[in-house]
């Protein structure tokens, strides 16, 4: 048993020699790196020019990344171009992750399968695609609504690769063309939104310069942070499924709450005016029935709207925790209701606004507070009038 094993071992270990001294007989003849940062989601492609300068056909191609970069990383894609110029073709090749014990500490590898063994003395033309997810650090961490986000993003200007590269260049592109600050290595320039570092000549394996780029990007960064989907199958070939988004925002945070002043406001007569917009926050999208319910709190009387067009109108009443005569609720519908009856908060948009204006009677805003009170007062008097008496039993 004992010689079995250490025979699985030997081969085991022979064969990841011969896949090393495979890797080293390639080299790179020029790479190309585009990375694009118009998005929260960061995108990657390369092209890489690969020549096989060893004795044995090559039948792989590894990727390697930083373990920060390894831990973000949500895709990887390859495929090899065929054909000529005008009539270019991409057939995709197989990526797998695979361990490479000669690989810096902490770096991840991608092995790319190639359909047809790369012989000694060629060369192909090999193109990958990657996203990366949460790649993009605010910073400033917080903002005010006015000022503009601003975010780091964290690379090498050498493409980290197991291989020799003869030459190789990055372009970064950028939402915007302002740049606050960027890591030079040069040769290094900026030329409007675009970033270019290179090209590099005669690089060593395993070779990494960090830089840091530090610019605008006020595009949102909607996140789902977690997505369930339940899908239910009858017995009578049916089907249904239900999905609970629990939706997030990784951008820069808000200083403070957002103001109020221009939505809920007291007007000089004493009524209070509520601001909303009507219509759904969805693009381009048709609502067949729209309903809007503004919930008023507890005491507030002779609700009304005015919607710049006919909609029905009519008040319900909600109850909550301590209520004593329930919420006076204006319930507004529409039927068929088109996206130019949205408000989507732009100048260059036409703005549907309604207005709903109440009156209000401060005593309601003691109602719930001395309710509490009395409650806790009833409580402790009753508390110490059981104190105070005696239930023993005692002899006539």
């Known amino acids: 048993m004992e010689a079995r094993l250490s025979l699985i071992f030997s081969l085991l270990s022979i064969l990841s020699l011969i896949?090393?001294?495979?890797a080293h007989d390639l080299q790179i003849v020029n790479a190309e790196r585009r990375i694009d940062l118009t998005s929260h989601n960061v995108k990657v492609f390369l092209t890489f020019k690969?020549?096989?300068?060893?004795?044995?056909?090559?039948?792989?191609?590894?990727?390697?990344?930083?373990?920060?970069?390894?831990?973000?990383?949500?895709?990887?894609?390859?495929?090899?171009?065929?054909?000529?110029?005008?009539?270019?073709?991409?057939?995709?090749?197989?990526?797998?992750?695979?361990e490479q014990p000669d690989g810096p500490n902490g770096a991840k590898f991608t092995s790319i399968s190639l359909k047809n063994a790369l012989n000694a003395g060629e060369s192909a033309t090999y193109e990958a695609l990657l996203q990366l997810t949460h790649s993009l650090e605010p910073f400033p961490a917080k903002t005010s609504q006015s000022e503009s986000q601003l975010v780091y993003y964290h690379d090498s200007a050498i493409i980290l690769s197991p291989y020799f590269i003869k030459q190789q260049t990055t372009f970064i592109k950028t939402p915007s063309t302002r740049v606050e600050s960027f890591s030079r290595v040069d040769p290094a320039n900026q030329a409007g939104r675009e970033l270019k570092y290179g090209p590099y000549v005669d690089c060593a394996p395993y070779s990494f310069s960090p830089i840091i780029i530090h610019f605008e990007n006020n595009n949102p960064f909607a996140v789902v942070e977690e997505l369930a989907c339940e899908v239910e199958v009858s017995h009578w070939d049916s089907l249904q499924i239900t999905e609970h988004y629990k939706l997030g925002h990784a951008g820069a945070r808000h200083r403070y709450s957002l103001p109020l002043q221009d939505f809920l406001f007291e007007a000089l007569d004493g009524r209070h005016y509520l601001n909303f917009s009507f219509g759904c926050p969805l693009l381009e999208m048709v609502v067949d029935k729209l309903t809007i319910k503004v919930v008023l709190p507890e005491g507030y009387q002779d609700p009304s709207?005015?919607?710049?067009?006919?909609?029905?109108q009519h008040l319900e009443?909600?109850?909550?925790?301590?209520?004593?005569?329930?919420?006076?609720?204006?319930v507004l519908e529409k039927a068929n209701v088109v996206p130019e009856q949205n408000?989507?908060?732009?100048?260059?948009?036409?703005?549907?606004?309604?207005?709903?204006?109440?009156?209000?009677?401060?005593?309601?805003m003691l109602a719930e507070p001395l309710m509490l009170a009395s409650?806790?007062?009833?409580?402790?008097?009753?508390?110490?009038?059981?104190?105070?008496m005696d239930f023993s039993i005692s002899k006539s």
């Open 19 to 22: 896949s090393l001294s495979f």
């Open 50 to 98: 690969v020549e096989n300068t060893g004795t044995s056909p090559a039948s792989e191609f590894l990727l390697a990344f930083p373990p920060a970069q390894a831990e973000h990383l949500a895709l990887v894609k390859a495929a090899v171009a065929g054909g000529k110029k005008k009539k270019k073709i991409y057939i995709p090749l197989d990526v797998n992750p695979t």
């Open 305 to 312: 709207a005015e919607v710049p067009f006919p909609v029905q």
């Open 317 to 330: 009443t909600s109850y909550s925790c301590l209520d004593m005569v329930g919420r006076t609720v204006v």
């Open 343 to 364: 408000s989507p908060f732009r100048v260059n948009f036409e703005r549907c606004y309604g207005l709903v204006h109440y009156t209000f009677k401060p005593f309601f």
């Open 375 to 388: 409650v806790f007062f009833l409580f402790f008097v009753a508390c110490v009038a059981y104190l105070h």
